[in-house]
């Protein structure tokens, strides 16, 4: 079934195969459902719950989320594209092997969360994010810009730092991952 242009409030999602298009969610409870078979595009989510969810081989096109939370939310392989996430917690999220494309992290709790081996970056950006102890070995960081983020524990390969961007402060808390000690 398709769904256009309407609201859904106040409800808990049950798992179906239907498509969503220009919806708006406010409210809703995804918590531990299944939604790899589901397609929602343009849709804007308010207040969400996504918790425990899995999003596994998931695609999202131009979709908003504000205030939601995806904690432990499995979204490996997805493929996220013109998608963007404004104070939303991604706590203990696994996004690992995913494309983002056009993704916009604006405020986020992404801490301890999993970015491994991410297939295609096209102008990801993190704004002011939580990314403490977030993991993105196997992911090549080129023009990510960290500047605004707090990436204290941050997992990564040396080799993908090659073009990241980060303060002077967070270079030299990187510097640990290299095993260089600095002495004042």
Same mark, same amino acid.
């Given at each position: 079934m398709k769904y256009r242009n /309407?609201?859904? /409030?106040?409800i808990i999602f049950k798992e179906t195969d239907n498509d969503y298009i220009q919806c708006i969610f406010k409210n809703v409870d995804f918590s531990k459902c299944d939604l790899s078979n589901i !397609?929602? /595009?343009e849709c804007k989510f308010i207040n969400c719950d996504f918790s425990n969810s899995v999003y596994s081989k998931y695609i999202s096109k131009s979709n908003e989320y504000i205030n939601s939370k995806f904690i432990g939310t499995n979204m490996l392989e997805a493929h996220l594209e013109n998608v963007s996430f404004k104070e939303c917690t991604?706590? !203990?999220s696994n996004l690992s092997e995913s494309n983002l494309n056009k993704v916009i992290f604006n405020d986020c709790d992404m801490s301890e969360?999993?970015?491994i081996g991410l297939k295609k970056i096209n102008k990801l950006v993190f704004n002011d994010c939580k990314l403490i102890r977030a993991d993105f070995r196997e992911t090549k960081l080129d023009k990510i810009d960290f500047s605004t983020c707090d990436i204290s524990g941050i997992m990564v390969n040396i080799a993908d730092l090659r073009g990241v961007i980060v303060t002077s402060y967070q270079a030299v808390s990187l510097s640990t991952i290299l095993g260089i000690k600095i002495k004042d």
């Open positions: /309407e609201i859904f /409030e106040k !397609y929602f /595009e991604l706590k !203990y969360s999993n970015f």
